[in-house]
């Protein structure tokens, strides 16, 4: 278990009641959280309704803590019990509309784990495109395979915080992973042209 100096510092203010500690928190870890509940959503309104109750459930929960994983790792799967939370919420009213990735503005979306800078403007266009299509194939997926891809491939997190994220054990975690890129590999193939370089 490695949390930083300053989350230790952050959870002992938190627990404190230390209101300054709790903007700290959110600034700190706002694009995170977001990031994982917009791509396990879909939506950026959803997404941006669900990481503000993230971050109030930690400041009334921070006693729940323990300590025995990494802080990030507990938040992590507060973001995504929410955003799990939110899919049944969701479906139970018929509400399965998502918004288009290409309306999100750009510096709502902090990592962009698709592609690096491109500069000519039809490269551009294309990388908008597939990356639209990209997500549009992650919306496809099942909440519980979304969510795997979105937590490894996105964020970058180790199977072992998966695991812990998820409560799934790491054989299960690496099986759901290999269905969700092979359902989205198929996807976007049966989505998007790619086109050949001259």
Known sequence: MLTSRRDKRLVKALR?????????????????????????????????????????????????????????????RIATNHARNRIKYLSRRARKKHQDIQDTPEGDVVHNPFGTSISRPDKQAQAVELEAVIQEGLNSLGSEHREIIVLRDIENLSYSEISEITGLAEGTVKSRLFRARVALKQFVQANYEFEEEL
């Open 16 to 76: 404190a009641r230390d209101e300054d500690a709790f903007s700290e928190l959110v600034q700190v870890h706002q694009h995170k959280v977001f990031n994982i509940v917009f791509r396990i959503l879909g939506d950026k309104q959803e997404a941006e309704d669900v990481a503000q109750e993230v971050f109030i459930t930690v400041f009334k929960h921070i006693d729940q803590f323990r300590g025995d994983a990494k802080f990030s790792t507990w938040l992590y």
